[in-house]
């Protein structure tokens, strides 16, 4: 009986793998999307290049902002230098405070004459 038995299902099973269709797998791109996104150009200035301050040195009273050195009560772009410390340089502008600081994490030593 269980020779009978295992003998239909090898059978059974034989026709099904003769018969079988073979598994359709979709056309699906997981990064389609992905590179349709890196294409679209992003706007990485927020800030216009007229706009940015950029702190290059402090030494004594003066600081380098820009490529170009300035002292206290200067103005700078519409803005005016109203404090010069160690860390960096506070400017007051029409619409408020703006702190300027070295780029770099580095607390760099204030320059004396």
Do not use: W
Request: glycine share 6%.
């Amino acid at each position: 009986m269980k020779k009978k038995f295992t003998i239909l299902i090898f059978v059974l099973f034989s026709v099904d793998i003769l018969y079988a269709m073979p598994l359709q797998v979709p056309n699906y791109d997981p990064f389609k999307n992905t590179q349709v996104i890196l294409k679209q150009k992003v706007k990485r200035d927020i800030i216009p290049k007229s706009q940015r301050y950029t702190l290059y040195g402090i030494f004594g009273e003066k600081v380098n902002i820009n490529g170009t050195f300035y002292s206290l009560g200067d103005r700078v772009q519409g803005c005016e230098i109203s404090n010069i410390n160690k860390e960096g340089v506070v400017l007051k502008c029409k619409h408020g405070f703006k702190n300027l600081y070295f780029l770099q994490k580095k607390i760099y030593e204030k320059v004396e004459k």
